[in-house]
């Protein structure tokens, strides 16, 4: 099946810091997601982005299907932005499934 | 976006009974939802995908004796814990999509279970 990485697995940064996550995917994909999770397991929907650029306040993510790889921009962190960051994708392969990175956790200082 | 509503959040239980977790699609019809088991620090592990008047498909070594899904109408999955031991404690998780086309469908999450069988 299809192979998701994220990277860094960990990041720690001072507040206003911009930061960068990465994912990368083994195949081509239909669907592509980025969640934050929050301290209490909450899944919060941040981006469904198969291709192109997409922003949202600070945040913004871009996935390059052909170089199978996205990236997720955090701009000016604040505190509230802690916690793990996951990437998640659907396969081409005829599969349905959503198939979950190892997640980025990020913790941001005041 | 779509809400999905999960109930309960926690729940502690002793072993041997059952636990029943629901899932709802609260906005939309979900043909499909999808379960999830997280333990501590680790990442979703999906447990089996639930269709509406059908049965379910578990992934490879998750007991579906043990986990047993009912998805009983277009907005309800159920997942029930059967003969509960400690090491069945953790974080469960539902997932639902509408429409036909799964693959091109953005998915939302529950607000999660929190399981601890004693």
């Known amino acids: 099946g299809i192979q998701v990485e994220q990277s860094p697995p960990d990041l720690i940064l001072q507040e206003g810091a911009n930061s960068t996550l990465r994912c990368n995917f083994s195949?081509?994909?239909?669907?592509l997601q980025w969640f934050h999770q929050n301290p209490w397991g909450q899944l919060i929907n941040l981006f469904y982005?198969?291709?192109g650029t997409k922003q949202n306040g600070r945040l913004s993510a871009t996935t390059v299907a052909t170089e199978r790889y996205s990236l997720l921009y955090i701009s000016s962190s604040q505190t509230t932005d802690s916690g793990v960051y996951f990437c998640a994708v659907v396969g081409r392969g005829g599969s349905e499934k959503l198939v979950f990175g190892k997640g980025t956790k990020l913790t941001v200082n005041p | 976006g779509a809400v999905v509503s999960q109930h309960p959040s926690w729940v502690i239980c002793k072993s041997g009974t059952s636990v029943k977790i629901e899932c709802r699609s609260l906005?939309?019809?979900?043909?499909?939802m999808f379960w999830y088991r997280q333990f501590p620090k680790q990442s979703l592990m999906l447990m089996a995908t639930?269709?509406?008047?059908?049965?379910?498909?578990?992934e490879q070594g998750v007991e579906k004796d043990k986990f047993l899904i009912n998805h009983a109408s277009l907005t309800l999955s159920t997942l029930t814990v059967t003969s509960a031991h400690p090491e069945d404690s953790s974080f469960y998780i539902c997932s639902a999509r509408g429409g036909l086309d799964l693959m091109n469908t953005e998915a939302f999450f529950g607000q999660g279970t929190r399981l601890t069988v004693v």
């Open positions: 195949d081509s994909v239909n669907n």
């Open positions: 982005i198969p291709s």
């Open positions: 639930s269709n509406e008047g059908s049965k379910a498909t578990y």
């Open positions: 906005d939309f019809q979900a043909t499909t």
